[in-house]
């Protein structure tokens, strides 16, 4: 583990402050009831920011509408804080300054993973980096989840590894994630996706570069590269389901940013809205 004191990536001293206190502003429950659907994928989508030129978000999500896919929430939420408050924000309406989760169980209990528990949903979550990371090993099944996947529990064949933060490429663990949402009758399932972390290694990008200048971008910059990894999620989503409609009929699937993305340059920050992410719910029929 390690600091990088950069412009727009200092840790803050207040970011070591545990105390949680209700979440005010919406989620991505607040727009699809989860528990209402009997399948769910809550995919919280890493650094996935609300870009000023709107021709980057619409060249994201055309790849799910290209297969028909009909978008019924596209809307932006409030954010705060580091990945964590939002995995907060999402899982249990709550909110915290720190970048270590405290477990409260009094609270906990009132998470989302832990209602679908009571409710006779499966509850699974996933994430291709360590477990030791944030401490989500110790925290996640107190807030519900039954089954958790990380770096080193995830089966390898066939699945990459990539860099931009240690772990498994998440283009190629599709196949894995929707079968086991296939297996199950009803199921909450939670993803938070890895390979858009900052720095943007362009190691882990396998699209043409030639996309940025479809979005004003200039090809191997930071911006460009970041826009990659984004882009490249959406279109293996959309590939995914596309050869697997049938089979997914049903399922309610939520794309969430968790914070503005970071960026060396001043420039690159100020391209995005601040403290504002994407949120994007549809139902594969």
């Known amino acids: 583990y390690w600091m990088v004191d950069e ?76 990945t964590v408050s939002a995995e907060m924000r999402e899982l249990c309406r709550l909110n915290n300054k720190s970048v270590v989760i405290e477990s409260n169980l009094a609270i906990f209990k009132d998470c989302l993973p832990n209602r679908a528990k009571k409710l006779g949903y499966k509850t699974y979550s996933i994430h291709a980096a360590s477990g030791g990371m944030y401490d989500r090993l110790n925290w996640y099944p107190k807030i519900g989840f039954e089954h958790s996947e990380f770096y080193g529990t995830l089966p390898q064949e066939g699945i990459r590894k990539c860099k931009s933060m240690p772990g498994l490429c998440d283009v190629d663990m599709m196949e894995h994630v929707f079968g086991q949402i296939k297996e199950e009758k009803k199921v ?15 190691r882990d990008i396998f699209i043409s570069n030639s996309l940025c200048s479809r979005v004003n971008l200039s090809e191997g910059s930071q911006r460009c590269r970041y826009f990659l990894l984004q882009q490249q999620f959406f279109e293996s989503l959309a590939n995914y389901i596309k050869n697997h409609k049938s089979e997914l009929a049903g399922v309610q699937v939520i794309v969430v940013g968790d914070h503005n993305p970071p960026f060396f340059k001043e420039e690159d920050r100020d391209a995005f809205t601040d403290n504002k992410v994407p949120l994007i719910a549809f139902t594969i029929k």
Not at 188 to 202: K, V
């Open 7 to 82: 412009p727009g990536m200092q840790i803050k001293t207040d970011e070591f402050d545990d105390v949680l206190t209700p979440w005010r502003g919406k989620n991505g429950e607040s727009y699809k009831p989860i528990l209402m659907a009997e399948k769910t994928l809550l995919i919280l989508a890493e650094s996935w920011g609300e870009p000023k030129n709107s021709y980057e978000k619409n060249m994201q999500i055309s790849s799910l509408q290209a297969i028909g896919i009909n978008i019924d929430v596209n809307t932006t939420i409030s954010t705060s804080g580091s």
């Open 188 to 202: 909450f399932y939670y993803w938070l996706t890895l390979n858009s972390h900052f720095p943007y290694d362009e």
